[in-house]
């Protein structure tokens, strides 16, 4: 199997996983709240939050990365604070990679999360609330454990989406190998050179897979939790 | 430790303006639905603000508008059972049952017993999807009882069961009421739940307290039949087992007599209550002989209450008792009853309404 991709390829893959587990893991804390917020709250700005969020899923991915560029480049307003206050970049360098898939797959992972917090009955939190649960405590033990498989679900696409996040990422950190080139971008290389079909196609395998074992690994967690929650 | 209730809160249809107390014993909140019972328990518990007033519980102010004092849900203790069960799905019978031990860390765990007490023992350890209706609402009093309140509410707790599910969660709740202590805001509007359980009731109609008071008081008021109902309005009496005689009737003491009934599963020395319909009640004029029917109480009439139809209310006093009967308005008339007339009560039926046993035993007749 190691023999089977090439060092340019193995890298391509690498990169893409850690670029979509540190999206994912990062954007989770995010996306957990505005679901809670999308779903529960009642505020003024609710409806310019839901229109935020989904933004990145209606514009073309490459407004979404030039934005980026423009927002969080060297000179963008963002981008200049951070490189000056924490000497952190993001352009060009994989964590831009990782922004990118982000907020890509941001969208999808509030969705999922946003469906299944609807789905708990506010009366379980209230009845919590009576015996003594504190609002943070009614939430890791009443609400949390209700909205797992959700969660999964929206972690599992995100993470899918990451994956396999192309035109953003490529305008905003462009396509620099070791560094930014992940699976989309180096199959997109490889088509680019005469010859490269081969390592193209044998990338497409790899996406192919890991994409099959991602649903069948979010099928499996999210029927074992329903199954606990639903109490059978 | 008493409950002292005045608040305000403007709702869709009406404004809440309900001012009472709820003393020691179980309080029953009755009204129709709609009359706003639910928002005074949830006021209560936290659930609902109000605009202004005040909530009192023993010395504890859990809500004072003007001083703003706002108690949060969760530093309230008051248990709180709710219509429907709220039954946590991700959890066992036992962890709902210890869920409030869990979250808050206090108490002593006393599963085992109230689960003994409430006839949940064999459910512990099953999930709550598959519990019946009348066994999920055991556990939820259970639950709330096990979190320790300093009171409990029950917002109708029985109103989404059939008539048998009821009948056997009733014992259980009067079993709670001796056992416990525990000082209880009852919500309902079935006459049969407040002739078992009432020590006191607060009568609720479009968000304002009308009446309260003691049970015998209240329902043996002539101008309270409309608020019970016809069919329903009747008096509540204390009764004794005197004797458990072999041929199968036991005879009771009220203060006003004696009463036959058959026998109830209830040794001699047993307190009970007897439930008496105004409709069951016939009057007569001399001590009727020659009558299968076996209660039979001298009466003197104390009012007669004429309402637009063909009947009229008649309450009366048996010893130191109050009784009502339902008679039409041509026999009140043909008999010259009015207040101050002696005459005989003759029971065609008297239910116990509380005790360990079953309500709706029929008296011989």
């Given at each position: 199997?190691?023999?089977?991709?090439?060092?340019?390829?193995?890298?391509?893959?690498?990169?893409?996983?850690?670029?979509?587990?540190?999206?994912?893991?990062?954007?989770?804390?995010?996306?957990?709240?505005?679901?809670?917020?999308?779903?529960?709250?009642?505020?003024?700005?609710?409806?310019?939050?839901?229109?935020?969020?989904?933004?990145?899923?209606?514009?073309?991915?490459?407004?979404?990365?030039?934005?980026?560029?423009?927002?969080?480049?060297?000179?963008?307003?963002?981008?200049?604070?951070?490189?000056?206050?924490?000497?952190?970049?993001?352009?060009?360098?994989?964590?831009?990679?990782?922004?990118?898939?982000?907020?890509?797959?941001?969208?999808?992972?509030?969705?999922?999360?946003?469906?299944?917090?609807?789905?708990?009955?506010?009366?379980?939190?209230?009845?919590?609330?009576?015996?003594?649960?504190?609002?943070?405590?009614?939430?890791?033990?009443?609400?949390?454990?209700?909205?797992?498989?959700?969660?999964?679900?929206?972690?599992?696409?995100?993470?899918?989406?990451?994956?396999?996040?192309?035109?953003?990422?490529?305008?905003?950190?462009?396509?620099?190998?070791?560094?930014?080139?992940?699976?989309?971008?180096?199959?997109?290389?490889?088509?680019?050179?005469?010859?490269?079909?081969?390592?193209?196609?044998?990338?497409?395998?790899?996406?192919?897979?890991?994409?099959?074992?991602?649903?069948?690994?979010?099928?499996?967690?999210?029927?074992?939790?329903?199954?606990?929650?639903?109490?059978? | 430790?008493t409950l002292s209730v005045d608040i305000q809160l403007?709702?869709?249809?009406?404004?809440l303006n309900t001012r009472?107390d709820?003393?020691?014993?179980?309080?029953?909140?009755?009204?129709?639905?709609?009359?706003?019972?639910?928002?005074?328990?949830?006021s209560i518990a936290g659930l609902l603000t109000p605009d202004s007033g005040r909530i009192v519980q023993g010395d504890r102010v859990l809500f004072d508008a003007d001083a703003r004092t706002n108690v949060p849900v969760h530093k309230r203790r008051l248990?709180?059972?709710?219509?429907?069960?709220?039954?946590?799905?991700?959890?066992?019978?036992?962890?709902?049952?210890?869920?409030?031990?869990?979250?808050?860390?206090?108490?002593?765990?006393?599963?085992?017993?109230?689960?003994?007490?409430?006839?949940?023992?064999?459910?512990?350890?099953?999930?709550?999807?598959?519990?019946?209706?009348?066994?999920?609402?055991?556990?939820?009093?259970?639950?709330?009882?096990?979190?320790?309140?300093d009171?409990?509410?029950?917002?109708?707790?029985?109103?989404?069961?059939?008539?048998?599910?009821?009948?056997?969660?009733?014992?259980?709740?009067?079993?709670?009421?001796?056992?416990?202590?525990?000082?209880?805001?009852?919500?309902?509007?079935?006459?049969?739940?407040?002739?078992?359980?009432?020590?006191?009731?607060?009568?609720?109609?479009?968000?304002?307290?009308?009446?309260?008071?003691?049970?015998?008081?209240?329902?043996?008021?002539?101008?309270?039949?409309?608020?019970?109902?016809?069919?329903?309005?009747?008096?509540?009496?204390?009764?004794?087992?005197?004797?458990?005689?072999?041929?199968?009737?036991?005879?009771?003491?009220?203060?006003?007599?004696?009463?036959?009934?058959?026998?109830?599963?209830?040794?001699?020395?047993?307190?009970?209550?007897?439930?008496?319909?105004?409709?069951?009640?016939?009057?007569?004029?001399?001590?009727?002989?020659?009558?299968?029917?076996?209660?039979?109480?001298?009466?003197?009439?104390?009012?007669?209450?004429?309402?637009?139809?063909?009947?009229?209310?008649?309450?009366?006093?048996?010893?130191?008792?109050?009784?009502?009967?339902?008679?039409?308005?041509?026999?009140?008339?043909?008999?010259?009853?009015?207040?101050?007339?002696?005459?005989?009560?003759?029971?065609?039926?008297?239910?116990?309404?509380?005790?360990?046993?079953?309500?709706?035993?029929?008296?011989?007749?």
């Amino acid at each position: 199997m190691i023999g089977w991709l090439g060092p340019d390829e193995w890298q391509a893959v690498f990169l893409s996983l850690k670029v979509s587990f540190w999206a994912t893991l990062g954007s989770l804390p995010f996306g957990l709240l505005c679901a809670m917020a999308l779903a529960r709250g009642q505020f003024a700005g609710r409806e310019v939050l839901n229109w935020l969020v989904h933004l990145p899923l209606v514009l073309p991915p490459v407004v979404t990365g030039y934005l980026l560029l423009l927002t969080f480049g060297r000179r963008g307003p963002v981008g200049a604070f951070l490189n000056d206050t924490f000497g952190i970049t993001l352009a060009f360098q994989w964590t831009g990679a990782a922004l990118a898939a982000a907020i890509m797959a941001f969208p999808l992972m509030v969705r999922a999360m946003r469906l299944a917090i609807e789905a708990v009955d506010p009366k379980l939190e209230e009845a919590a609330a009576t015996l003594g649960a504190t609002r943070l405590r009614v939430f890791t033990t009443v609400t949390l454990p209700l909205i797992l498989p959700g969660i999964i679900a929206g972690v599992v696409l995100a993470f899918a989406k990451a994956m396999g996040e192309f035109g953003a990422t490529i305008t905003f950190v462009s396509n620099i190998p070791g560094e930014t080139r992940t699976v989309p971008s180096a199959i997109y290389a490889f088509l680019q050179v005469p010859g490269g079909e081969a390592a193209a196609l044998r990338l497409v395998t790899v996406a192919v897979a890991i994409a099959i074992g991602a649903l069948i690994l979010s099928e499996w967690l999210s029927r074992r939790v329903a199954k606990r929650i639903a109490g059978k | 430790m008493t409950l002292s209730v005045d608040i305000q809160l403007g709702l869709d249809s009406f404004t809440l303006n309900t001012r009472f107390d709820a003393p020691d014993g179980v309080t029953v909140l009755f009204g129709r639905s709609g009359s706003g019972k639910t928002s005074v328990v949830k006021s209560i518990a936290g659930l609902l603000t109000p605009d202004s007033g005040r909530i009192v519980q023993g010395d504890r102010v859990l809500f004072d508008a003007d001083a703003r004092t706002n108690v949060p849900v969760h530093k309230r203790r008051l248990g709180y059972v709710f219509q429907d069960s709220r039954m946590f799905p991700h959890l066992t019978v036992r962890q709902n049952l210890e869920y409030a031990r869990r979250v808050t860390g206090r108490g002593v765990v006393r599963t085992e017993e109230v689960a003994d007490l409430l006839g949940i023992s064999h459910l512990l350890d099953r999930r709550t999807h598959g519990l019946s209706g009348g066994e999920g609402q055991r556990v939820a009093i259970g639950r709330a009882i096990l979190s320790e309140p300093d009171m409990l509410l029950m917002d109708e707790p029985l109103a989404s069961l059939d008539t048998q599910r009821k009948a056997e969660i009733l014992p259980y709740l009067e079993t709670l009421r001796r056992e416990t202590g525990l000082s209880i805001l009852y919500v309902t509007h079935n006459m049969a739940e407040v002739a078992r359980l009432a020590t006191h009731i607060v009568l609720m109609e479009d968000g304002q307290v009308v009446r309260s008071g003691a049970p015998e008081t209240l329902l043996t008021d002539p101008d309270m039949v409309r608020v019970f109902g016809i069919r329903d309005a009747g008096a509540v009496l204390s009764a004794h087992v005197v004797a458990q005689p072999e041929d199968g009737v036991s005879e009771l003491a009220v203060s006003g007599g004696r009463l036959f009934l058959p026998t109830i599963d209830a040794p001699v020395g047993a307190d009970l209550r007897v439930r008496i319909l105004a409709q069951d009640v016939i009057l007569s004029k001399t001590r009727p002989e020659g009558l299968s029917a076996l209660n039979i109480l001298p009466v003197r009439v104390v009012a007669v209450r004429r309402g637009d139809g063909p009947g009229v209310i008649v309450q009366m006093q048996a010893g130191e008792d109050l009784l009502l009967a339902r008679i039409t308005r041509r026999s009140a008339d043909a008999m010259g009853i009015h207040e101050g007339t002696d005459c005989f009560a003759v029971m065609k039926s008297v239910a116990v309404a509380q005790t360990d046993i079953a309500v709706g035993l029929q008296a011989g007749g």
